[in-house]
């Protein structure tokens, strides 16, 4: 069996826990064998047809009170009592915050290697293989894993979904054992900025803006002009949100969050090799940039040499007619 971790918010599956399940599923598919799907929280039982029409062929919902929130802890001790139970033969995360930070601390549980972040995934020689980008991003890394089971993070945005089936499998119910004092952070409160967009690791389109957005009060345009596509989002330079300018959860990079959208649009962002870490990946990018030797030019399918307080109108202008 091939395990996927299903993370949900609010009551809804990620999409790029589908991806990843999508994924899972063709390669399971080369190798004979089945998929199941983990689900770790209270009251998720309204997702088995979602899920099932993706791939799984069995569900286990592991289910505690104390895992309502998310805990890192907590999750990775429920994974791990179920991966003792099932012995699968590999395991799949979405590379979101939550599973970039799950992921590597389950591997740890069970003391077995970890491929992160990768872009592709095939089979050889009756082996999964995993390609990752190094060195930010500048070269990829193809490897296997000799522990089992395998465990790696998917990228967002880079593995196609598979067309839904009506489908049924199995659902499992799991009331997971949390020792005392197992869970050491406890969720207090969640936060939401007001008018929250969509997350930027899982938007087909970025509007993404840097220190050339000259002030906190411009990203105003930004957010104005991503309104006007669908599933779309605002990202940032790093230098934007140390300035304050937009909250971290926006960042783009290294130090941020790795994005491949079908469109990433930077507006005066120079392209520092940390910012095109997390987003050189994106299958088609625009720049936008006064300056004509900004390094974010040498990786843009589209440049303008410009004024992008003239650009961004402009830009709007047009869209309004197209969506009209």
């Not at 104390?66 to 009592?81: I, V, W």
């Not at 507006?267 to 720049?287: D, E, N, P, R, T």
């Amino acid at each position: 069996m091939f395990l996927v971790f299903i993370e949900t918010r609010e009551g809804k599956v990620k999409k790029s826990s589908l991806e990843a399940l999508s994924e899972t599923k063709r390669r399971a598919g080369e190798l004979g064998s089945d998929v199941g799907a983990a689900l770790v929280g209270t009251g998720l039982e309204c997702l088995n047809p979602e899920i099932f029409s993706f791939g799984a062929s069995q569900i286990f919902l592991l289910e505690n009170e104390q895992l309502a929130p998310y805990s890192s802890q907590g999750y990775a001790t429920a994974l791990h009592e179920l991966v003792k139970e099932v012995n699968p033969k590999a395991i799949f995360f979405a590379a979101t915050a939550m599973g970039r930070d799950l992921a590597p601390r389950l591997a740890a549980k069970l003391g077995v290697a970890l491929a992160s972040d990768c872009t592709k995934v095939a089979v050889k020689d009756g082996k999964l293989e995993f390609t990752r980008p190094v060195y930010a991003g500048k070269a990829f890394l193809t490897l296997t894993l000799k522990s089992m089971p395998q465990i790696a993070t998917l990228r967002p945005n880079v593995f196609p979904l598979v067309e839904p089936q009506n489908a049924v499998g199995e659902v499992r119910k799991k009331e997971v054992t949390i020792p005392p004092g197992a869970i050491k952070g406890q969720v207090a409160e969640l936060l939401k900025e007001k008018g929250e967009e969509i997350d930027v690791t899982e938007a087909d389109i970025i509007v993404s803006g840097g220190r050339g957005m000259k002030g906190p009060e411009n990203f105003a345009l930004l957010k104005e002009l991503a309104a006007l596509i669908p599933r779309s989002a605002v990202g940032a330079s790093r230098s934007a949100v140390d300035s304050g300018w937009i909250g971290h959860q926006h960042q783009v990079g290294q130090t941020g969050k790795t994005v491949s959208p079908n469109l990433y649009m930077a507006f005066g962002i120079s392209g520092a090799i940390q910012h095109l870490a997390g987003m050189s990946s994106s299958k088609h990018i625009v720049a936008v940039n006064k300056d004509p030797e900004a390094p974010i030019f040498k990786v843009a399918d589209y440049g303008i040499v410009g004024d992008l307080f003239q650009v961004i109108p402009a830009l709007k202008a047009e869209l309004k007619k197209l969506f009209e």
